[in-house]
């Protein structure tokens, strides 16, 4: 498990992620796990819709930008249910997205949501895994869910209760930056 991972609502930082998740956007590699109809490719259009997640934050929108030692190298989103993050592909494999994914989930539990859902491109094994590992469940196939590039398979994927292991039971605080 990582240390030091922080989710940052603070302005510069989610300035800072919004500014990176738009170059992992168009890495060949991360591109490919991404959920097709998230791909926007006009820089200004993609700013401005995460701009507005920011600007409207409540329980049921939420935007973090994922710190690691001291630099953002993630971002997650929460809108009306569903749970996102991408990550550049220099953090794969690192552990940190798990302990973000982890802190963010028992947040969002903590505000009362009665469960959490991610949509995953069935073609994506490690996203399904990760999510899997995380506490998430398969809970069906949303055939031909994704229409962008020709229509692809999307795993849908829930969780119902806080992940608390490893976070709950923990002795150093959890540092959630406002």
Same mark, same amino acid.
């Given at each position: &498990?990582?240390?030091?991972?922080?989710?940052?609502?603070? /302005?510069?930082?989610?300035?800072?992620?919004?500014?990176? +998740?738009?170059?992992?956007?168009?890495?060949?590699?991360? +591109? =490919?796990?991404?959920?097709?109809?998230? $791909?926007?490719?006009?820089?200004? *259009?993609?700013?401005?819709?995460?701009?507005?997640?920011?600007?409207?934050?409540?329980?049921?929108?939420?935007?973090?930008?994922?710190?690691?030692?001291?630099?953002?190298?993630?971002?997650?989103?929460?809108?009306?249910?569903?749970?996102?993050?991408?990550? !550049?592909?220099? !953090?794969? /494999?690192?552990? $940190?997205?798990?302990?973000?994914?982890?802190?963010?989930?028992? %947040?969002? #539990?903590? %505000?009362? +949501?009665?469960?959490? *859902?991610?949509?995953?491109? =069935?073609?994506?094994?490690?996203?399904?895994? #990760? #999510?899997?590992?995380? !506490? #998430?469940?398969?809970?069906?196939?949303?055939?031909?869910?994704?229409? $962008?590039?020709?229509?692809?398979?999307?795993?849908?994927?829930?969780?119902?209760?806080?992940?608390?292991?490893?976070? &709950?039971?923990? %002795?150093?605080?959890?540092?959630?930056? *406002?």
């Amino acid at each position: &498990m990582s240390e030091g991972v922080v989710l940052s609502t603070e /302005k510069v930082e989610i300035a800072e992620a919004i500014t990176e +998740a738009w170059k992992w956007w168009h890495d060949p590699k991360v +591109a =490919k796990s991404l959920l097709d109809d998230n $791909f926007v490719d006009d820089r200004e *259009t993609f700013t401005k819709a995460f701009a507005t997640l920011y600007r409207n934050q409540s329980p049921q929108m939420r935007i973090w930008a994922v710190k690691y030692g001291d630099k953002v190298s993630g971002i997650i989103w929460y809108v009306n249910g569903a749970l996102s993050i991408v990550t !550049g592909k220099d !953090g794969w /494999k690192q552990g $940190f997205a798990s302990e973000a994914i982890k802190i963010a989930v028992n %947040e969002i #539990f903590s %505000e009362g +949501a009665p469960r959490i *859902t991610a949509f995953v491109p =069935k073609h994506n094994k490690v996203g399904k895994k #990760f #999510f899997e590992k995380n !506490g #998430f469940k398969v809970e069906g196939v949303i055939r031909k869910g994704s229409m $962008f590039d020709g229509p692809k398979d999307i795993y849908l994927m829930g969780i119902i209760e806080p992940v608390v292991e490893n976070i &709950m039971h923990r %002795e150093e605080p959890i540092e959630i930056e *406002t």
